[in-house]
């Protein structure tokens, strides 16, 4: 017998990967849908992120898969039916999980190689792109500094190393996002944690 996450069914991408739905993603991408639709501090997200949860532990009942174009039919129809399709039309779930380890990334690249880092940094941001991300989650970084410094404590080293990966992150998502032809430009939300 397999048991799934928290008793939910997997979400499949476009792209044929597979992930584990997460609540708190859900939440931020209404909050993105709801500040693109002219509600910057929209306190509805978490309640509808429960009641698609809610939603997607019935359907795991009978369904181990759910396709992420169903997950987004099924945000949009609960936004319309509590009155707001605006957030719902604004709402995007193509590639939603783009979630990027920086501590893998700087153990990966070993003590004290930023270069490396930085390298494949950049790949992967290229890559959430390539597949048509439009939110993406930086996760670990002050780990990822003192790794990349060989440091236990912060200090003034780490703050300036954590201000060079943000400003990297920016730029090269906004320089790559923009090569990309019209027909295939969307917004990306970038969220370092």
């Known amino acids: 017998m397999i048991a799934f996450h928290n008793n939910l069914p997997v979400i499949s991408l476009t792209n044929g990967r597979i992930v584990v739905f997460e609540r708190e993603w859900l939440c931020r ?26 939603w997607l532990e019935q359907v795991g009942e009978t369904t181990p898969t759910v ?11 609960a936004l319309q039916v509590i009155g707001y399709a605006e957030v719902g039309e604004r709402f995007e779930a193509v590639a939603p999980f783009s979630r990027i380890s920086l501590v893998e990334l700087a153990e990966d690249a070993g003590d004290g190689f930023e270069l490396a880092f930085f390298n494949e940094l950049g790949g992967r941001l290229r ?57 295939n430009r969307r917004e990306l939300f970038l969220y370092v944690a």
């Open 29 to 54: 991408a209404l909050g993105v849908a709801a500040n693109r639709a002219g509600y910057p501090k929209w306190w509805l997200a978490d309640h509808v992120a429960k009641s698609v949860q809610m």
């Open 67 to 77: 396709p992420v174009a169903l997950l987004t039919r099924a945000v949009r129809g």
């Open 127 to 183: 890559e959430v792109i390539e597949l048509g991300g439009s939110y993406c989650e930086l996760h670990g970084i002050e780990p990822c500094v003192k790794t990349l410094k060989r440091k236990r404590a912060w200090g003034r080293e780490c703050a300036a190393l954590q201000a060079e990966i943000v400003n990297f992150a920016r730029q090269h998502t906004s320089v790559t996002h923009s090569s990309c032809s019209a027909g």
